[in-house]
């Protein structure tokens, strides 16, 4: 199947520090990314749609501000943690649908943990 | 909003089957997905199916979809100690958009 990949896998940061995750799909493009963010032994919850050459659309009660994304091409999503704080710490993953013959199928990346001392 | 509901836990014995299962509220989905998830990993797409599709098979997986009752399931036959994992199940929304049910973890013992 396709691969997506998301780097740094792991970062610990200082609280205040802006922190920036990025989603590659390694072998298709993808013009829609999605970013989750899941918390311990809870489901994912997505945050806001990537969309390439446009702003992205973030779900109601993410702050826009707070976690910055940048769909700078065709295979590349980044997702910035401004100013981060201890609540932002969390496990942040990404998703690129690859159109298929039963419609579009999300291939995850490994998901970064983020933790904010 | 969509409501996607898993029971949390399951536990069964090494080769025996485990039957996962997943509510949902809302019925307009296209296709409906199981993925599993290993620990600190991300999501693996294990198999879907299509909403006019009643029962789909895949080797050991059999996904049977009741449409009436809003109701998904995931068999899992000759469970192995490796198919220790959170799955969850998730519906097409707009967009592209995932919604993901509760999770459930399955937890395989000798």
């Known amino acids: 199947g396709a691969v997506v990949s998301q780097h740094p896998s792991r970062v610990i940061c200082k609280s205040g520090t802006s922190v920036k995750i990025e989603c590659r799909s390694l072998d298709f493009q993808a013009t829609t990314m999605f970013w989750y963010r899941q918390f311990p032994k809870k489901s994912l919850m997505l945050m806001a749609t990537?969309?390439?050459?446009?702003?992205?659309?973030?779900e109601q009660g993410v702050e826009k501000d707070k976690f910055l994304i940048n769909h700078a091409s065709l295979t590349l999503s980044t997702l910035t943690v401004t100013s981060a704080h201890p609540e932002d710490s969390s496990f942040y993953i990404c998703s690129a649908p690859q159109r298929g013959g039963f419609g579009d199928t999300q291939y995850f990346g490994p998901g970064t943990r983020l933790t904010v001392l | 909003g969509e409501d996607v509901e898993q029971s949390l836990f399951l536990s069964v014995r090494e080769g025996d089957s485990s039957v996962i299962n997943c509510t949902y509220t809302?019925?307009?989905?296209?296709?409906l997905y199981w993925y599993k998830q290993e620990p600190g990993a991300g999501l693996q797409l294990l198999t879907y199916?299509?909403?006019?599709?009643d029962m789909k098979q895949d080797q050991r997986l059999t996904v049977l979809l009741n449409k009436k009752d809003k109701h998904l399931s995931l068999r899992i036959a000759d469970t192995q100690t490796g198919d220790s994992a959170i799955y969850f199940c998730?519906?097409?929304?707009?967009?592209?958009?995932?919604?993901f049910g509760t999770g459930t973890q399955l937890k395989v013992e000798l």
């Open positions: 199916i299509f909403s006019n599709m």
């Open positions: 990537s969309n390439e050459g446009s702003k992205a659309t973030y």
């Open positions: 809302d019925s307009s989905s296209t296709y």
């Open positions: 998730a519906l097409t929304g707009g967009g592209n958009k995932l919604t």
